[in-house]
């Protein structure tokens, strides 16, 4: 392909940059060939040029395009380049947050600096048995495919983890040993997992230490290989060290630490046992303080320590070698801390001051002699041929001397340390197989380079060889596999440079050539370099300005190497002198161990290469030893080792992982371009890519071609082959047949050729979308033209009509204006002259109301002045009146009174003269004789009126009485009259108080009335303030009423949502006891399994043992002796058997698990007690909630009561009635029958006898029936009435009185009344329509009795009829009497409902149901009968054989009546208890033939569901009944072992698991229903009431048997995991159910080798159809509802954790497009639970996680608001699953955008507050909890059957 048609305009490409080391650019213009310039823009839109050299002509590389960025595979990329690599991992790395990349075989790991929630088991679980090209890229895919290419090529592995200091080798490696030690697990019983496991804190302490790159780094390489068994569980361990870095003991860089052991040591100086070490802080030991930074941040040294030394108890290191390695790990500190001082007299000595401390504590601590080791510290023994001198040393080598022997010392305890761990990591097996984890340094180059950094480099050297020969080896045979053409691929071989290091007179050899030289040093082996190797080799340089320094050219970069030192550390030179004195310790043994066997040098033959070994120097040559072993140098036995790792690799198929370091600051997610290409590099993953560039990197299957570039096809093109489809299009789209290769399977492409079909594929699209947008934007334009156009013209014609209308409305406004000015003006006018004329009138009128009030005014004065003028002067006239009249009077008196006294002074002188007596006496005489006639007359008067008195008195003393009575009368008349007189005169009184209180009144009055208006207008303006108040008031009330409504209503809200949190709290804490429960049961299982393996393990072993015999019984009663410890049961018969047993296990691990099984008991017993509790406090927050409920619903429902009592007693009464009829019908059934029935008939033995006994029988169940009814609603009745009473007392009175109370007002009561009346009126037509209804449905009732007694009476006369007709002949009779019955009756209703088609059509349909069950019945029937008609044959066969002399005297209608006998129900059947009796010796084969031997598929589908639990409780039932405890002890025991044990032997068969869970639970029902206990006896019959058991109390045991179900329950689980496993992935995520939605992305993937062939695709529709087979089983079988909906939720929990956890870890996954698939799938699900009606099951809330999942892939993603709507919409994913797959988006469309890392930073902002957990992954594993509602059978257990094929003919009914 032409570079023209690649850089176009807009073309992106990637041009050299200082600082990024890459930058992107775009193209402004096409390049032509022939241009010298290239212009181009920059990200930041600066414009540039990039000149093309004109020799080379080479063009910047092409960058790929951007729906390939962010591959898991670099070799997927289209261009494949450093510059498109360093993209790839920068993208993943910094905006995906992902670590872990494929490069072809390679697994590239950048290093996060940051804990990542990655690591965790459920990772595990998720990666274990996946194939490696499946799941996103990570340490454990590599693990995996190293674990099953282990398993199925049965060959060794190798996993080969490299990179530079800081990378994260050792921590990839140590991932890698976990996955191996969590999906393995171990063959033994010693844990060896866990000592792999335990070996990386003993070997980090010893090995790792913190440098400038890395707080952890591994200063040690290391090779670990993991042993495997046949079955391929770990066995044990190897592992080899290579050149531990000793300098590092004596010497450390700036911010560097020594080892981490010593600063351990230090930390733990507190610790009682330590005090004999005498540490002190690590600031004060030399050793540990030459980095100057003895601590590391965020790591607690004493907390490591007491892990070191738990995982050295692990790896069988004691505590008294524990503390030897620690007394001489702190000698070597203190031995740092020795001094040693030059002599100032002479420089060549030195010497150590007496008792030097740190020296003191170094010979305390190691037992050896204070002098001995001060002296050989500054002096060594020279041996020449004759004599031995002893020369002092100068104190820079007896320093160096010093630090030679700490570093030999410490290289000694490692050493001896890896030996004890290899010896406790070695399997007691035979190995099978291993897989070997290779940590070992990378490429290193530093500023100062020596002989470690030489080593290491000289391995990588030999990796990288190894490396690229196994790259290409695979590109080789994958082309061959594909049988392509291949050439050749031309790749950098590092041959030369290895030849250079290692072979003859070579670097290596050159060096120990120096280092046998008596005057050898760096000088002269650097000279000698300059001369064998400068110029010879390309690969040799000498440094400019340096001649003690060399340049090799490795295969990474150039080094330069300085040459001092080199000599020494190659020779590792330890005196002798000292190491004897260390030998000859006696207080410490281990010092002694490791010194005593050391050899100068270890043989490279050795199994286990170790660290370089010292060479130390003799005093005198051993004759014994061979020269050669005694030569042996450092880089010789390095070189050694190195060969023989590389033997090993060779021998297994490698894995490499290469750890990137991103950065050297160590900050978190920070990618340093330079630093990264730099390791790529040197890594070898740049020369991967380079060697998959060179041939075919991408490559397709045909299929998966023609599904992404069907586009570029036409639609003749498209062939039924898709492989010559693909050939045809091809050859069109690329016209060089160079650039890609047809293979087998798939389609190979050269480099490039993908981007460039990608190209042509989003042209094509784009052209496509133009063309649609074209006519789309074409067709709405047109539609708006047409919609303005119409729009215009209807604005148009509303605009000239609007206008017309204006102008005509103008004109009749001209004309109105007109009239209205004329009218106007005249109304002015007349206004203005009213105006005036008023104005003159008021004016007049008030001139002359001035004139008149002026002058009314003026009399008025007037009149005043004349009255007061009168007044005055009557007053004065009056004044004067007075005066003169009271001085006349008082003159007259005085006058008067002077007269008055002159007349008395006469008359007294008068008095007193005679001749005034005489005149005074004239006439005397005549009148006393006038007088004495007078008296003489009155005499005899007087004796006349004597006489009259006499005859008086008579009468009057009649009057007298008479008058006395009146006077008596009267006198009471005088008092009354009295008190009367004194009424009145108190009353005139009164009156006068009255009147004078009347003035006061009047007078009063006037001043209140006047007070009054004063006070009226004052109360007028109080009341307007008043009502403006009270206004006030009211809003203020009625905003208070508002907020204390809604505050109530707040309240009542969080009250209720309290009591909902509560209760749902407690539910969630009732659901983990349950699981705590359930799971402490499944580990009680575990154990149980293990224990009966070792039992089989140990019968095995001893079954050569004479006289053991195991038998049926022994097995069992063994069985429940363990099971369960409350639950014992031995067989007495057996005790030497049951003695053997006892022998056949050690008492340890009995008592183990014996005490294991009561811890578990009384945890299981407590839980129990919570359990309770917290199901107590559970109910009683119901029982408040439905308190409150049931008093509103009581308060709504008073109205309703009344009615309904009503109702209620009506139906009583009818019921009751109904009851008599029902009786006395019975009674004249019972009289008719015997009466006008024949005694053949009604004989005991006869059909009709038994008919009519039935028919008996169903009436006396249908008067209980009745009966029950009739009693259940009295009580309701008596308690509703109660409580109605209760609370109309309560309740009416109080609310009476109140009201009248309050009601004062007359109006308030009239009110009242009123609304009472129409009350009453409304109560009385309520009442009239109900008992209108009532007499209805009276009358209905009546005619339906009516009817019923005519139906009864032709069923009386039907039943004699069909009595006398033969048997034969009954069947069809009945059956068309029914039909007869039927049609009268469908008649009869069909006229009946004929206004209500409703009701008709119910009961048109529940005739259908009535139909069907009697056909069914007539099926049962017809099959009975036949099977009754063949025992008939083979009974008739028998009795004529037995019987033949007796058939003569047999009457023949005997001899008719014979063959029915057998068909018809012995007598006894009516006395059966529903009990089956067996032997004790049948008990075995009651287990073995109901439990073992039992085939579920037959009977599920021809029997009744639950029928084994049935008779199992029925044979329970007799051994109850006969008070049998040793029997039901046995058989309860022998059904749950033999339960067990078939459950164990088809553990993964659902349908057998599905079985007994079904009558396991139906056994554990019929327990509890036949219990006794009034809780289970709720829906019993009183038949069922019977059957209750007597004698013994099964509560423990219903506890074990609910054990069993829980267990078979999480058994039935897993099995249903196990199958759906494996169509989970397939069907959910990867088959494309709706088809044209492709989430394929153009990746090119090149699969890895699968570990296991494909076992065929699962679809959608697979999982619908093993759904709907574990549904229908668990129907067939009859299991309880709620349990199977507990199941299904299991099942869709299981579905949707899988396809979740799959989805997060699966980057090609993460699409819109598959997004849609997924609600699509779940769709379907749904709607196969509604066909299930399973939709209350709690199912689809378990999806809810994967359907936020899915529409979180398909919801815009790019502002804030969207933002907010996925933190509201994804409740149930966490944060961190969230953010996965916002990380994980990935765009399969060009069209498509990536979510940025701005986006997701919002999203976690927004989620920080939410507390959820952190875990990645949902739990796959998890098992809800199960319950085991109580559901009684309505089934009698005397109508059970059992069949013969079951082969329980011994089982005897009772």
Request: hydrophobic fraction near 35%; proline fraction near 3%; aromatic fraction near 8%.
């Amino acid at each position: 392909m032409a570079a023209s048609e690649l850089f176009t305009k807009f073309a992106r490409v990637w041009i050299p940059d200082t600082e990024d080391v890459w930058k992107s650019a775009e193209l402004l213009k096409d390049y032509k060939p022939g241009d010298t310039v290239l212009h181009l823009k920059l990200e930041d839109d600066k414009e540039t040029q990039h000149k093309i050299d004109p020799q080379t002509k080479e063009l910047p590389p092409l960058r790929n395009p951007d729906i390939l960025v962010g591959e898991n595979d670099l070799t997927a990329l289209s261009y494949l380049h450093e510059p498109a690599v360093l993209h790839n991992l920068k993208v993943r790395f910094m905006d995906s947050k992902l670590i872990y990349t494929y490069c072809g075989i390679v697994l590239v790991a950048i290093n996060p600096y940051e804990q990542l929630p990655i690591y965790g088991e459920d990772i595990i679980n998720a990666y274990s048995g996946q194939n490696m090209g499946d799941m996103d890229p990570h340490i454990f895919a590599v693990a995996e495919e190293a674990y099953k290419q282990m398993a199925r090529d049965e060959r060794n592995q190798s996993i080969i983890v490299s990179g530079e200091s800081g990378a994260g080798k050792t921590v990839s490696a140590k991932y890698a040993m976990r996955y191996f030690a969590t999906v393995s697990g171990s063959a033994s019983e010693a844990n060896v997992e866990e000592k792999v496991l335990a070996s990386n804190p003993i070997m980090e302490s010893i090995g790792n230490a913190k440098t400038t790159r890395n707080d952890n780094s591994s200063r040690f390489g290391k090779y670990i290989e993991i042993g495997f068994d046949k079955r391929y569980r770990i066995i044990g361990a190897n592992m080899r060290t290579y050149l531990l870095e000793k300098s590092r003991v004596v010497f450390q860089a700036e911010d560097e630490r020594n080892y981490h052991i010593l600063y351990q040591l230090c930390a733990s100086k507190h610790l009682p046992e330590f005090k004999a070490l005498r540490l002190s802080h690590a600031q004060n030991f030399h050793y540990t303080n030459l980095g100057g930074s003895p601590v590391i941040e965020g790591i607690d040294d004493a907390k490591e320590m007491r892990n070191t030394r738990q995982a050295c108890s692990l790896l069988g290191i004691n505590e008294s070698y524990q503390m030897g390695i620690f007394h001489i790990l702190a000698a070597v500190l203190h031995l740092g801390n020795v001094a040693i001082k030059s002599n100032e007299r002479d420089a060549d000595n030195c010497f150590i001051l007496p008792n030097t401390e740190h020296l003191i504590i170094f010979c305390d601590l190691l037992g050896v002699d204070y002098e001995q080791m001060a002296h050989w510290l500054c002096h060594r023994k020279i041996v020449t041929g004759s004599e031995t001198y002893i020369k002092p040393m100068p104190k820079f080598q007896a320093i160096n001397a010093r630090d030679a022997l700490a570093k030999h010392i410490y290289a000694s305890v490692f050493n001896w340390i890896v030996h004890h761990v290899n010896k406790a990591l070695h399997a007691s097996i035979k190995q099978h197989s291993f897989i070997g984890v290779l940590d070992i340094y990378g490429f290193e180059t530093f500023e100062i380079n020596s002989f470690e950094q030489f080593c290491i480099n000289y391995a990588n050297e030999k990796l990288q060889q190894q490396f690229n020969m196994h790259v290409f080896k695979l590109e080789q045979e994958e082309y061959m596999k594909e049988q392509i053409p291949w050439t050749l691929i031309d790749f950098y071989d590092n041959q030369p440079c290895i030849n250079l290091i290692e072979a003859k007179l070579g670097i290596l050899d050159l060096l120990d050539e120096e280092c046998k030289m008596p005057r050898g040093s760096d000088d002269t082996w650097a000279q000698k370099l300059y001369n064998t190797h400068l110029n010879k080799t390309t690969l040799f340089h000498k440094p400019r300005l340096s001649n003690k320094a060399f340049i090799i050219q490795h295969f990474a970069d150039k080094v330069e190497y300085q040459c001092e030192g080199f000599l020494e550390k190659n020779k590792d030179t330890v005196y002798e002198e000292q190491i004897t004195v260390l030998k000859a310790s006696k207080k410490l043994n281990l010092l002694a161990e490791l010194f005593h066997d050391e050899k100068p040098a270890t043989s490279p033959t050795e199994g286990r290469p170790s660290v370089a070994r010292a060479t130390v120097k003799s005093a005198k040559p051993r004759a014994l030893q061979p020269s050669k072993e005694h030569k042996k140098s450092v880089g010789h036995q390095f070189r050694n080792s190195l060969h023989l790792l590389m033997e090993t690799l060779n021998a297994t198929t490698p894995h490499y992982v290469r750890c990137i370091k991103p950065n050297d600051d160590k900050f978190a997610f920070t990618f340093d371009p330079k630093r990264a290409v730099q390791q790529l590099r040197a890594c070898g993953v740049l020369e991967t890519i380079r060697i998959s560039a060179a041939g075919f990197p991408s490559r397709w299957t045909y299929q998966e071609f023609f599904n992404r570039y069907r586009v570029l096809m036409k639609q003749k093109d498209v062939l039924s082959d898709k492989k010559l489809t693909c050939r045809n299009v091809l050859e069109k789209l690329i016209k060089d047949q160079d650039k890609y290769q047809f293979g087998k399977t798939k389609i190979f492409f050269r480099a490039g050729q993908v981007a460039y079909l990608e190209k042509l594929r989003a042209d094509k699209l784009r052209a496509a979308c133009i063309r649609i947008q074209k006519t789309i934007r074409s067709w709405l334009q047109r539609k708006k033209y047409l919609r303005m156009r119409k729009a215009a013209i209807t604005i148009q014609r509303y605009v000239r009509g609007y206008q017309a209308k204006c102008y005509a409305q103008f004109l009749r406004r001209t004309r109105a204006a007109i009239l209205i000015q004329k009218f106007q003006r005249m109304y002015s006018a007349w206004q203005k002259f009213l105006r005036i004329r008023s104005a003159t009138i008021v004016i007049q009128s008030f001139v002359r109301g001035f004139r008149g009030r002026r002058q009314f005014k003026a009399i008025l004065r007037e009149q005043k002045a004349i009255i007061l003028q009168k007044h005055v002067r009557s007053w004065m006239a009056r004044s004067k009146y007075k005066r003169t009249h009271h001085a006349i009077i008082y003159l007259q008196c005085c006058y008067r009174r002077m007269m008055a006294k002159r007349e008395l002074k006469k008359l007294k002188i008068e008095a007193r003269s005679v001749e005034h007596y005489k005149t005074l006496n004239i006439g005397m005489e005549n009148k006393i004789m006038q007088l004495q006639c007078k008296v003489n007359d009155q005499t005899k008067e007087m004796k006349s009126l004597l006489e009259k008195l006499s005859g008086l008195e008579t009468t009057y003393t009649n009057e007298t009485e008479k008058l006395r009575t009146e006077v008596d009368r009267l006198r009471a008349n005088e008092e009354s009259a009295k008190v009367s007189s004194n009424k009145i005169t108190s009353l005139m009184e009164e009156i006068v108080i009255l009147r004078r209180e009347l003035k006061e009144t009047q007078a009063q009055k006037k001043r209140l009335e006047e007070g009054a208006d004063k006070y009226k207008a004052e109360t007028d303006l109080m009341v307007s303030q008043l009502k403006e108040q009270n206004a006030l008031l009211k809003n203020e009330k009625e905003e208070l009423n508002r907020q204390i409504q809604e505050q109530a209503k707040e309240i009542t809200e969080s009250m209720e949502k309290r009591m909902e949190e509560e209760t749902k709290q407690l539910e969630i804490d009732l659901n983990d006891e349950r699981s705590r429960y359930q799971s402490l049961l499944n580990e009680f299982c575990r154990l149980e399994e293990r224990y009966d393996n070792l039992k089989e393990e140990i019968s095995l072993v001893n079954v050569t043992k004479p006289g053991h015999r195991r038998t049926d019984s022994t097995h069992s009663s063994n069985e429940s002796e363990y099971t369960y410890n409350s639950l014992l049961s031995s067989d007495p018969g057996e005790p030497e058997d049951g003695t053997r047993r006892m022998e056949e296990f050690p008492e340890q691990k009995g008592a183990l698990d014996m005490s294991l099984f009561l811890k578990l008991q009384k945890r299981v017993s407590e839980l129990e007690q919570e359990k309770q509790a917290l199901q107590e406090e559970l109910d009683r927050k119901e029982d408040q909630a439905l308190r409150s409920k049931a008093k509103e619903a009581e308060d709504q429902g008073v109205k309703a009561r009344g009615a309904e009592l009503e109702y209620e007693s009506l139906k009583r009464q009818e019921l009751e009635s109904e009851n008599k009829k029902l009786k006395n019908e019975l009674n004249e059934l019972h009289r008719a029958l015997s009466e006008k029935a024949s005694p053949a008939v009604t004989a005991p033995g006869s059909p009709a006898y038994k008919v009519l006994l039935d028919q008996l029988t169903a009436s006396s169940e249908e008067l209980e029936v009745r009966k029950e009814e009739v009693l259940i609603l009295r009580s309701q009745l008596v308690s509703q009435k109660e409580a109605m009473a209760h609370k109309e007392t309560m309740t009416e009175p109080m609310v009476l009185l109140e009201d009248i109370c309050k009601m004062k007002d007359q109006g308030e009561i009239t009110q009242a009344y009123m609304g009472l009346k129409e009350t009453n009126r409304l109560l009385e037509s309520q009442l009239q329509g109900q008992k209108k209804n009532y007499e209805n449905e009276l009358e209905i009732l009546h005619g339906e009795v009516q009817n019923l007694k005519e139906e009864i009476n032709r069923q009386q006369q039907l039943l004699a009829q069909n009595l006398q007709l033969p048997p034969e002949a009954r069947i069809e009779a009945s059956l068309q009497h029914e039909i007869t019955r039927l049609t009268n009756e469908n008649l009869y209703y069909e006229e009946l409902y004929a206004d209500d088609p409703m009701k008709y059509q119910f009961y048109r349909i529940s005739l259908y149901k009535r139909i069907i069950d009697l056909m069914e019945q007539l099926e049962k029937q017809d099959k009975t009968v036949r099977k009754l008609k063949k025992q008939l044959k083979v009974f008739a066969k028998k009795i004529g054989e037995l019987e033949v002399g007796q058939t003569e005297n047999v009457s023949p209608a005997q001899l008719a009546d014979e063959p029915i006998r057998p068909v018809n129900i012995p007598r006894k059947e009516k006395d059966f208890q529903g009990m089956l009796e067996y032997k004790k010796d049948d008990e075995l084969k009651l287990i073995k033939n109901l439990i073992l031997e039992l085939k579920p598929r037959g009977v599920a589908v021809n029997l009744i569901p639950g029928l084994p639990a049935y008779i199992l409780f029925m044979c329970v039932r007799h051994a109850d009944y006969i008070n049998d405890d040793q029997r039901v002890r046995s058989l309860l025991t022998s059904t749950i072992n033999g339960i067990k044990k078939i459950l164990k032997k088809r553990s993964d068969d659902f349908e057998i698991v599905s079985f007994w869970l079904s009558n396991t639970c139906r056994f554990l029902h019929c327990l509890k229903q036949y219990s006794g206990e009034e809780a289970f006896m709720k829906h019993n019959t009183p038949r069922q009431n019977d059957h209750c058991l007597r004698n013994f109390d099964l509560a423990e045991y219903r506890q074990v048997i609910s054990d069993l179900a829980i267990q078979i329950y999480q058994q039935l689980t897993k099995v249903m995991e196990n199958v759906l496993q494996p169509m989970i992935v397939s069907g959910m995520l990867e088959h494309e159910t709706i088809q044209g939605v492709s989430g394929l992305k153009p990746t090119g993937l090149r699969k890895r080798t699968s570990s296991v062939a494909d076992e065929g695709t699962y679809t959608l529709d697979s999982i619908v159809r093993q759904l709907n087979n574990f549904h229908s089983t668990m129907c067939q079988h009859g299991m309880d509802p709620e349990l199977i909906k507990q199941i299904v939720k299991q099942m869709f929990y299981i579905i949707g954790s899988v396809t979740l956890n799959n989805l997060l870890l699966r980057k090609d996954m993460c699409s819109w497009s598959k997004g849609m698939q997924i609600r699509y799938n779940v769709s379907q699900l749904e709607e196969w639970l509604r066909d299930k009606n399973l939709q209350t099951s709690g199912a689809k809330e378990t999806l809810e996680p994967l359907i936020q999942a899915a529409q979180l892939l398909q919801v815009k993603k790019k502002t804030d608001e969207d933002a907010e709507a996925i933190c509201s919409m994804c409740s149930a994913l966490t944060t961190a699953q969230i953010v996965k797959v916002l990380n994980l988006y990935t765009p399969v469309n060009e069209f498509e955008e990536r979510v940025t890392a701005s986006f997701i930073r919002t999203i976690q902002v927004r989620l920080q507050n939410r507390k959820d957990s952190p875990q990645l992954l949902m739990d796959a594993k998890h098992i809800f909890p199960v319950t085991f509602p109580f559901n009684p059978s309505s089934l009698a257990l005397e109508s059970i059957q059992i069949p013969s094929s079951m082969n329980l003919g011994f089982l005897l009914r009772v």
